[in-house]
């Protein structure tokens, strides 16, 4: 019996035009958005801004604009504003003019459609360019077990490019195709924090694809329009736009690089689905540990909850946590992920095949439904919620409602849930590693009991955690004060 897939209905999002400017259709080169720097991984402290959930007049939250803005809009604070001694450009064009202009390049380096046969499995039915290296994105795009769902929306990670592909199964009355035609149509970018744009047309390009398949000349015209440009040497890497100009742009107190447009809802729902485990995902991930994600589809929503928990991991402080592993977003992942996941000390990541519980090197943390487990004896203690957890949860459930008031009686329409979310955590989390470095630099650098109630901790609950801390983020100096016992 097939299912509806479980997707959140403000989903089918117009793809967001760019603003060209006049005198831009001239063949100029594309460049990519400022926020996705390199391939698209963590930046870390002083990544690029965030952007900020716009909401419809019914206070329905709508894709976010960019934190770079036209000249008159008042959603953001134009990036001139901010004083960077490197920014050495032509002083007679404003810089959030070239900045617009960088952010809404777009940057698709490859368009593709994906196949079920029933004789040969899933395979690459014809994609652009044809020298594209898509091994194995056939199974990415189409996910293990699809074929129990309608629709649904893949994100997944295929060599140093991110992709977003959209999959629709369709009835049929054909024997060779045993009553069902399935598809999926994707796109590859050197970063996730746009794909979104190109949602609804990709889902719009896969029901095309199940009634009429082999017209693919939408599809050639959507990849000669928003394909970046590929360096003339014929590496696969996207030009950047130079680092002293969009660094301009950055802001230091927001969360930078984990941003990836989600339908409205999608925070709370990770909020609702996990309830007070969220606060020992936190831990774990900003431990810096591998975690992977069980789903049966439809994979969409586990993707997010992917996001959600890179969420949980940020920190603004310039210097801390240089020296430990990114905490890379994997999305979807298959059994042909094996080998990459091998080499990874820190990542999160989703997938629908069961035999992945069994490979117990590939992870360190497996997530089946609300159910947080590890088979590493020194993590399991951190799988308890400690009263601080409890105390936190609290606070973030109570700063939820005021907001949700706000919205529903003053129609505030500047704030949404997911800063909340992600401001939370961050400022819980810039909170602790503050407090670390002043006593670490203090004369006597022992932490007491009111030290870490300062960071919001349980000095006897999270003492576990806070010594894996201080080990992975290198405090070597600090003590820990013999009244922090084990509970």
């Known amino acids: 019996m097939v299912e509806r897939s479980d997707r959140a209905p403000l989903l089918d999002w117009e793809e967001v035009p760019s603003a060209e400017k006049p005198g831009s259709a001239d063949g100029h080169e594309r460049l990519p958005s400022p926020s996705a720097p390199g391939h698209g991984w963590s930046s870390g402290a002083g990544g690029p801004s965030s ?43 404003p810089l959030e003019d070239r900045m617009v202009t960088w ?24 994609c652009l360019p044809k020298d594209m290296d898509l091994d194995g994105v056939e199974f990415k795009a ?31 009355e054909s024997t060779a195709e045993r009553g069902a035609r399935m598809k999926s149509v994707g796109i590859l970018s050197p970063s996730y924090t746009l794909l979104y744009r190109y949602m609804s047309f990709l889902e719009h390009q896969v029901r095309l694809q199940l009634q009429s398949p082999g017209h693919y000349s939408p599809l050639e015209a959507f990849y000669e329009d928003k394909r970046a440009l590929l360096r003339s040497s014929g590496d696969d890497v996207v030009t950047a736009c130079p ?11 927001m969360h930078p690089e984990m941003k990836i447009t989600h339908p409205a809802g999608c925070m709370s729902q990770f909020i609702r689905f996990f309830g ?46 240089a020296a430990v592993p990114e905490f890379r977003p994997f999305f979807y992942v298959n059994v042909a992920d094996i080998s990459a996941l091998e080499n990874e000390l820190s990542y999160v990541a989703c ?82 590693f503050q407090t670390l470095s002043e006593v670490a630099g203090s004369p006597d650098p022992t932490l007491t009991q009111e030290n870490v109630r300062a960071m919001g901790l349980d000095p006897h609950g999270d003492r576990l955690f806070l010594l894996h801390l201080l080990e992975i983020y290198g405090f070597d100096t600090l003590l820990v004060s013999d009244q922090l016992c084990c509970s």
């Not at 007070?276 to 069980?294: C, G, N, P, S, T």
């Not at 005021?402 to 800063?419: F, I, K, P, R, T």
Request: charged letters at 25%.
């Open 51 to 93: 952007n900020r959930s716009a909401f419809n007049a019914d206070g329905c939250g709508a894709p976010p604009v960019t934190s770079i803005t036209h000249a008159g809009t008042d959603e953001t604070p134009h990036p001139d504003k901010v004083a960077h001694p490197s920014d050495s450009g032509p002083r007679d064009v």
């Open 142 to 172: 189409i996910a293990s077990g699809s074929h129990r769902v309608t629709t649904d929306f893949i994100y997944f990670r295929k060599g140093c490019y991110f992709g977003l592909a959209c999959f629709a199964n369709m009835a049929v």
């Open 103 to 126: 952010e809404e390049k777009d940057q698709i380096v490859s368009v593709f459609v994906v196949t079920f046969n029933t004789r040969t499995g899933n395979m690459l039915e014809w």
């Open 243 to 253: 680092v002293n100009a969009w660094g301009a742009a950055i802001n230091h107190s």
């Open 276 to 321: 007070e485990q969220i606060m020992v995902l936190w831990k774990l991930a900003l431990l810096r540990r591998r975690i992977l994600i069980f789903s049966p589809p439809p994979v969409g929503v586990v993707c997010y909850r992917v996001y959600c928990c890179c969420c949980l991991a940020n920190i603004s402080i310039p210097g801390v946590g």
């Open 351 to 432: 997938t629908t095949e069961k035999i992945f519980e069994e490979k117990r090197d590939l992870y360190d943390v497996y997530v089946d439904n609300q159910n947080v487990k590890t088979h590493r004896d020194g993590l399991k203690p951190l799988l308890r919620i400690s009263s601080a957890d409890r105390e936190k949860y609290r606070k973030l459930t109570e700063q939820r409602k005021m907001l949700l008031y706000s919205q529903e009686e003053n129609g505030d329409c500047v704030s949404s849930e997911e800063d909340l979310f992600i401001l939370f955590f961050l400022e819980q989390n810039n909170r602790i």
